[in-house]
């Protein structure tokens, strides 16, 4: 691509992450989550494969770099599925309830908001946009590059 | 019974329609991808319009308006629904980059010979 | 024969999804006890603001690890389609 288009993608993705970020850890008060989060980040990453090309963004971050993310996020979520099963013997149960960490009850009703509520649905948050953005980068990284005639190294 | 109130059902049904359309009279394999996605398009404006409520705000209690809210689990089947259908999307795609090169072309009626 | 069977079978499906679409309840009206009590109890019960993120990862997570599953199928299958071919004959 251009050079403006490069400068304009250099200077606007430091911002595209950091809005993706806000989302994914107020996912659990204000619209958004995990899912959207992740895929506002991966739109960054696409953005970033557009504008420099697949080839040179291979040589930073490679495919199975991004395998081991999507697989340490599902491994986080799952965890925390079975967290709840060892704790209160029900599988996805809500252990961080009471906690200092998370643990904070809202009042019923509409409220002001507060970030320590949730239990172990923001730590979830997390782990699925984790999951959600490098798995589709992945997809996207790899298709890039295929479409442009090279072939993904294992 | 049915009025012109369930118009939003009924845009639900044109698009399913069109998909069914390209689905059944379409050869070329890009095209019938088109028609899944918007299958799926479908699917996902028939859920939500399901859940909605006269007048209800999002189901989100963060300095909400007192009143009612919306059906909050057909927004979380559809939530999941979206991501189900990007990877779904892209496998199917590689699928046909994949068949295109093996074969030299994307029509499902001539490359019935694919070589394993 | 083959086209005139395909229309009778695409004029059927169309029919079926318009009268499916007038009997369902009025629209901006649904029956929803179930929703009614996540509503109402989601705040109390997970701590969450958001009652989608309450559904999706407490009432209904079992959907959210299912979707997981699919993605990573997904990568697995895309990544696999475009592996270089020597490695595939190893």
Known sequence: ?154 | ?116 | MRNFVASLFLGIAIVFLVSSALLVHPFGEPPAPMDDYIIQNAQAETGANNVVAAVLFDYRGFDTLGEATILFTAVTGVVMLFRKKETAEK
Do not use: C
């Not at chain 1, 704790?87 to 906690?99: K, P, Q, R, Y």
């Not at chain 1, 948050?125 to 890039?144: C, D, E, P």
């Not at chain 2, 559809?78 to 030299?104: F, K, P, Q």
């Open chain 1, 1 to 154: 691509m251009s050079k403006i288009v490069r400068t304009v993608a250099n200077q606007l993705i430091l911002f595209i992450f950091i809005f993706g970020l806000y989302i994914i850890i107020h996912g659990h008060i204000t619209p958004g989550g995990g899912f959207q989060g992740g895929a506002v980040i991966a739109s960054g990453a696409a953005l970033m494969i557009v504008a420099f090309g697949s080839s040179r963004i291979q040589k930073g971050i490679k495919e199975k770099h991004l395998s081991i993310l999507e697989s340490s996020g599902a491994v986080i979520f799952i965890g925390l599925a079975f967290a709840g099963l060892a704790a209160a013997g029900v599988f996805f149960f809500n252990t961080l309830i009471g906690s200092p960490v998370f643990g904070h009850t809202p009042p019923t009703g509409p409220n002001p908001g507060d970030i320590w509520t949730g239990g172990i649905i923001p730590l979830m948050n997390v782990a699925v946009g984790l999951k959600v953005f490098a798995g589709l980068s992945a997809i996207i990284l790899v298709m890039a590059l295929a479409s442009s005639g090279e072939e993904v190294e294992e």
């Open chain 2, 1 to 116: 019974m049915g009025s012109l109130l369930n118009f939003p059902f009924l845009a639900a049904v044109i698009l399913a329609g069109i998909a069914l359309y390209i689905l059944i009279f379409k050869k070329n394999m890009i095209k019938f991808i088109m028609g899944i996605a918007l299958l799926e398009a479908s699917v996902n404006l028939f859920f939500v319009a399901l859940g909605y409520r006269e007048g209800g705000g999002a189901p989100i209690y963060t300095n909400s308006p007192a009143g009612i809210m919306v059906l909050p689990v057909p927004q979380a089947l559809v939530l999941t629904s979206i991501v189900i259908g990007v990877s779904i999307l892209a496998l199917m795609l590689s699928m046909a980059i994949r068949t295109y090169r093996h074969t030299g072309n994307i029509d499902t009626e001539k490359s019935r010979r694919m070589k394993g």
